[in-house]
């Protein structure tokens, strides 16, 4: 007869002194414990009366970890999942997390209390709590989620993740929020108390970089009057942040190679090698599969980098979360009175947001600016003109685009997105807006001027570019000529301005 009030766990591993172990150890500690060593048997077992914990290896002779994980939470939804798996298949382990395992776990089990750790965590802990710890720090981090379950899927399992020390790359157009999502991780994880050190690898030059990433002896080049040590050495027991990682160029991609694989790395300039224990954060708003098919970006860098891959929507993707924004945004600023009308709602939710949530964050600071001392509701009439121009059919038209192809959708929004199309309209409201703040009676932050100067810059700059690639068919080499650019500049020019992916 089952004994209820006792803990249940199943053990799926054709290891058979693994399974012996962990039965030992668990029946130690009060629980009972069944074991299959096949995928058969734990159909036999998964039949039967529910289990709190179920630990499945990754392979086994009939079938494989997933395939089990799949039918144990079709049949026995609450019971907890960890996965167990070798060195090799970690990347596996993460992809069952990702399809709803609660934890991994490597083999051999070299730290017995680790192990016990994460098995009471499992028993005491329901997902509730880890999901509500998660939105915790997430608040607190500045990493807002909202009813988007994508989002809040993708959240949970940087927090999982977040303990473990494996790389992760995040991967998302500009302004969703992949340094605030570093930041989280590196909060969530059990360097918290260390440094996090953050690096555009594309906004530096070669040698710049490396001088940065690895530091410099004294003498190692001109003006390198004094050593310096590089962020690999600082951020030692911390998080290094590797932002825009494609714009790396091919000799710092080896450097970084050999880092990741050896965990070693030489200053510019000396040949005395030092070790670091950083836990690296990659970002990129370039796709880095696409990248390494077009041999821009080292194939064995992405698999050391993408043990876990994390990808945020763009807000275009997840909508349901702008009126939790909204509300962060307004606390943040202080302006809890503030409400927006429907109208004005529809609109914020109908456009499509080429600068995501950065360009959000500058509508709700624009309208707060606008609206004081005049009214507490946010009416159209404070939102930018090329949002208030938005329409659902223009909307829905650029969504078709845009699954069309990558290549296309950017070459339609820049043709379709009101904001490039007339660069004389835009100027026009441009310079309408900063006279506005000029002759304004209020205070106007002067953080909200700054971002409309760097907007100026980015969209003018932008629009040329743009004119300069139409001249020459879209030929970027003579285009960069054109512009008195090199190549890589225009490149970077084109992808990272920070409002329009065009
Ligand atoms: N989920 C979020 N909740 C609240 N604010 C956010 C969120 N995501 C991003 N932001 C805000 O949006 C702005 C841009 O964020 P961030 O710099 O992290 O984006 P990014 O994807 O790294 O951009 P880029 O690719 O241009 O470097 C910041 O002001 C940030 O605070």
Redesign the pocket.
């Known amino acids: 007869m089952r004994d209820d009030s006792m803990t249940h766990v199943a053990i799926i591993d054709d290891e058979r002194e693994v399974c012996t172990f962990l039965e030992h150890f668990l029946t130690s500690k009060g629980f009972t414990v069944k074991v299959a060593y096949s995928g058969e048997q734990s159909d036999l077992l998964m039949d039967g009366p529910p289990f709190q914990l179920a630990m499945i290896d990754v392979k086994l002779p009939d079938t494989n970890g997933f395939a089990i994980l799949k039918k144990l939470k079709e049949k026995q939804p609450n019971c907890k999942v960890i996965i167990m798996t070798g060195f090799s298949t970690v990347k596996t382990a993460i992809e069952a997390i990702k399809l709803g395992a609660n934890d991994y776990i490597e083999k051999p089990f070299d730290d017995l209390d680790q192990l016990e750790a994460l098995i009471d965590e499992m028993i005491t802990h329901d997902a509730s709590i880890v999901q509500s710890e998660a939105n915790r720090l997430a608040g607190e981090v ?4 909202g009813q988007n379950e994508e989002m809040n899927h993708l959240l949970t399992i940087a927090y999982k993740i977040a303990k473990k020390n494996i790389n992760v790359l995040i991967q ?1 157009e ?7 999502l570093a930041k989280f991780i590196h909060q969530a994880s059990c360097r918290a108390d260390q440094t996090f050190i953050g690096v555009n690898c594309g906004a530096l030059s070669e040698s710049l970089l490396e001088s940065e990433l690895f530091g410099h002896e004294k003498g190692a080049f001109t003006g390198a009057t004094q050593l310096r040590k590089g962020l690999f050495e600082l951020a030692n027991s911390g998080t290094l942040f590797l ?1 825009e990682i494609a714009e790396a160029s091919p000799a710092i991609q080896v450097k970084l190679l050999r880092v990741l694989e050896t965990r070693e790395f030489m200053r510019v300039g000396s040949e005395k090698v030092f070790r670091t224990n950083a836990r690296i954060v990659a ?1 990129s ?1 370039v796709n880095l599969d696409e990248a390494v098919r077009e041999k821009k970006f080292r194939q064995d860098l992405l698999y050391r980098l993408n043990v876990v891959k994390l990808e945020i929507l763009p807000l275009r993707k997840r909508i349901d979360d702008i009126s939790t ?1 909204l509300s ?1 945004f307004l606390e943040k600023y202080d302006a809890q009175h503030i409400t927006f009308t429907t109208e004005a709602m529809r609109l914020l939710e109908t456009y499509d947001w080429p600068g995501n ?2 360009e959000l ?1 500058n509508v709700v600071t624009r309208a707060i600016t606008l609206s004081e001392g005049e009214t507490t509701q946010i009416t159209k009439d404070y939102l930018p003109c090329y949002i208030q121009n938005t329409n659902k059919k223009e909307y829905e038209e650029k969504e078709v685009k845009r699954s069309f192809s990558e290549s296309i959708i950017n070459h339609e929004k820049s043709r379709t997105n009101p904001y490039f199309s007339d660069l004389k309209k835009y100027l026009d409201n441009w310079n309408a807006e900063l006279l506005f703040y000029w002759q304004s009676d209020q205070a106007v932050p002067l953080e909200v001027i700054t971002e409309k100067i760097k907007e100026l810059e980015d969209v003018t700059g932008k629009a040329f570019i743009k004119k300069a690639l139409n001249s020459t068919l879209g030929n970027r080499k003579e285009a960069a000529d054109l512009l008195k650019i090199t190549p890589r500049q225009l490149r970077y020019l084109f992808k990272e301005k ?1 409002h329009s992916p065009l």
């Open positions: 500045g990493f807002i989620t998302g500009t302004g969703t929020g992949k340094e605030v932002d970002a708003h924004l962060h949530i950065r964050v920070k």
